[in-house]
């Protein structure tokens, strides 16, 4: 048996899983040893047959592949297994320029390759329940983006056809009477309504089922105290507080805010050279689930620092450390808005720039207010 190990690429598809290996401290290219079906058992007696073609056990392969659709199915079987298993960031990961010619045994080659020197950016492998929880959370957030689109069709249908409502709000229970009530130019068109009547109340009642299903997770999930001492922040109630915290997971991991806030893409993009710097817009990359939600609870900083009758009701039987974190919160970034707007700023820069520094705010949440959370994954920054 070799006394050094074996870095293991592979590129994984939905299909098919090209693999590619190259031995530690081997200089050169990674040898290709072909492909297999795309699932974890097929990858598993693949991964097999080449430790035994190496020469190794198989708990000796160090096998890395990039974080995509597949998820993280893969890995947590392979590292059930006992074999090392790590996910890397694809859009991290360094490319030739001159490089024009892409194959995925080319991708397996280079993952190896890049695995062995240490080159790329590895990515956390989340728990299970935790991945449940942003399940649930997402969910719930398409169902939310299905109801609007439900209205919007109704809304134009009605339109087409000469019917305004009078009334102050739309979607109200005396909107929702008046539509019910309406009497069209046939039965055709009538059934019509009915069926996109039917659609609304069903996205309505699917929200219902994901909020339900989620405050259930809640409160035995790990992650509860920090979900409760988030909504004793303004802007934050449970579905936000649970989206931010199942997305972002343990902050721990980063070091200060500002890798952080590059995470979630809140950061300006920068193209600078010599004497000249140009910041553009911000760059939106990593998590955009999380980058929404943030940006969302920066709104309600727009209004001056004030503790309500309901965001008391959440702060109860919150530590001292919270609570003035959460009043520092509201007063720094409201004040960081109004600065904004003085200047002249856009609306939407505004809101962008306090969601910016929302994120600092929660990464301190999570590292300085000594909160009971569950013991650090020992990961590097995702």
């Given amino acids: 048996m070799s006394s050094k190990k074996y870095y293991v690429g592979l590129d994984v598809h939905k299909e098919s899983v090209a693999i590619a290996s190259i031995k530690e401290g081997e200089r050169g290219e990674a040898n290709y040893f072909g492909s297999c079906g795309g699932s974890n058992l097929a990858v598993e007696r693949a991964l097999r047959k080449l430790a035994k073609q ?36 694809p859009s991290k990961t360094e490319r ?33 329940l935790d991945e449940a929880m942003r399940d649930v959370c997402r969910a719930r ?75 259930e997770l809640l409160q035995d999930w790990q992650w509860k105290p920090v979900v409760d001492a988030l909504m004793a922040c303004k802007g934050f109630q449970e579905v936000a507080a649970t989206t931010i915290v199942s997305e972002l997971g343990d902050l721990r991991r980063f070091q200060n805010p500002r890798q952080l806030m590059a995470f979630v893409g809140l950061v300006p993009s920068e ?36 503790v309500s009758g309901a965001l008391g009701d959440r702060q109860k039987g919150q530590s001292k450390e919270v609570l003035e974190l959460a009043w520092r919160m509201q007063n720094r970034l409201h004040k960081r808005y109004v600065k904004l707007k003085m200047r002249g700023k856009n609306e939407n820069k505004c809101i962008v720039a306090v969601a910016r520094e929302l994120v600092a705010f929660i990464w301190e949440l999570q590292n300085k207010c000594n909160l009971a959370m569950p013991e650090m ?3 590097t920054e995702s």
Wanted: proline share 3%; hydrophobic share 35%; aromatic share 8%.
């Fill in 54 to 89: 190496l020469g190794v056990d198989v708990k000796e392969l160090d096998v890395c592949y990039e974080a995509g659709p597949t998820g993280f199915v893969l890995g947590r079987r392979l590292l059930q297994l006992g074999i090392e298993c790590s996910l890397c960031a």
């Fill in 96 to 128: 030739k320029a001159g490089e024009q010619i892409k194959t995925d045994k080319r991708d397996a080659k280079q993952l190896a390759r890049a695995h062995k020197n240490g080159d790329l950016t590895l990515v956390r492998i989340p728990p299970q």
């Fill in 141 to 215: 957030t398409d169902a939310v983006d299905d109801l609007a689109r439900a209205k919007q069709r109704l809304g134009a249908f009605l339109l087409r056809h000469g019917f305004r409502y009078s009334g102050k709000t739309n979607w109200t229970a005396a909107h929702m009477r008046y539509l019910r009530d309406l009497t069209m130019p046939n039965d055709t068109q009538k059934v019509v309504l009915e069926e996109y009547l039917q659609a609304i109340n069903y996205c309505v009642t699917r929200i219902q089922r994901f909020k339900d299903k989620l405050f």
């Fill in 271 to 306: 193209k600078s050279s010599g004497e000249t710097r140009r910041q553009g817009s911000i760059t939106k990359c990593g998590n955009s689930h999380a980058r929404w939600m943030l940006v969302e609870c920066a709104q309600h900083f727009r209004r001056p620092p004030k």
């Fill in 377 to 379: 994954e020992c990961v």
